[in-house]
């Protein structure tokens, strides 16, 4: 069956360019973020893997690790972080899964069914642009599949683990294009008399949409 949002992630053995692991031992009871790559030494994904690296800070600030997954061999990965490093101008240092015999790729649904170009020379399927977002329980939280042929947006794939890790905390929603800072929904099922306690201040729009800012809230709140 295919996994799905609320689904426990599944464990897996695997070989990366950082030793052997087994996946939810690794990830320790933090957020993780696995993400597939079609092929080494192939052009967009030089560019995302050097993008992600180049987010580091955020993602140590954010307690998220990141693993990477590609159907090839540990020492092609090898030889691939080298040009990254250098193409990029950057320094990997998150693991890279080696799942050249697509086991860790099928169990996760991530083979390119469709893409009859996007094959090994081997003929076996590569895979497409998955993105999954696992929390500290290995619940699967956010999924993402974009076609090999499309780079991914790792500024989003942050903003949307910013916006999961505030909505597990407060009792809001973030609207369209949401960042840190910005004013958010108050859930329906806080009442409006609950709400004036815990949201100080906030707008009702509609019955259904009232928002309110965060930050304006605590300041309130943290007030003799």
């Known amino acids: ?6 689904n426990i992630a599944p464990n897996f053995d695997a070989n990366t ?3 052997p692991i087994k996946f939810h031992d690794w990830k320790a009871n933090s957020w993780a973020i696995l993400f597939s790559h079609p092929d080494d ?44 490093n250098d193409t990029q ?9 080696a799942d050249a015999s697509r086991a860790i790729a099928t169990e996760y649904d991530m083979l390119d069914i469709q893409d009859e170009t996007n094959k090994a020379p081997s003929g076996l399927p590569l895979t497409v642009r998955s993105v999954f ?37 407060r009792r809001v929603a973030t609207p369209v ?12 099922s806080v009442k409006n008399e609950e709400a004036e306690k815990i949201f100080p201040g906030f707008k009702t729009i509609r019955p259904y949409l009232r928002t309110v800012n965060l930050a304006e809230v605590d300041a309130k709140l943290a007030a003799p």
């Not at 069956?1 to 609320?6: A, Q, S, V």
């Not at 101008?89 to 899964?97: A, E, H, L, S, W």
């Not at 290995?138 to 505030?166: C, H, K, M, W």
């Open 133 to 169: 977002v696992v929390d500290p329980k290995n619940v699967i939280r956010l999924i993402l599949t974009y076609p090999a042929s499309t780079g991914r947006n790792f500024d989003e794939v942050l903003r949307a683990v910013d916006s999961l890790q505030l909505t597990d905390k």
């Open 41 to 84: 030494f192939t052009p967009v994904c030089t560019t995302e893997l050097g993008g992600v690296a180049r987010l580091a800070k955020e993602w140590e600030a954010r307690g998220v690790k990141v693993i990477g997954l590609s159907c090839n061999t540990l020492d092609q990965h090898e030889k691939w972080i080298a040009d990254i």
């Open 89 to 97: 101008n950057t320094d990997v240092k998150f693991p890279i899964i």
């Open 17 to 19: 360019t950082q030793g």
């Open 177 to 188: 294009g949401w960042k840190t800072g910005d004013d958010v929904i108050i859930l329906g």
């Open 1 to 6: 069956m295919p996994l799905r949002l609320g």
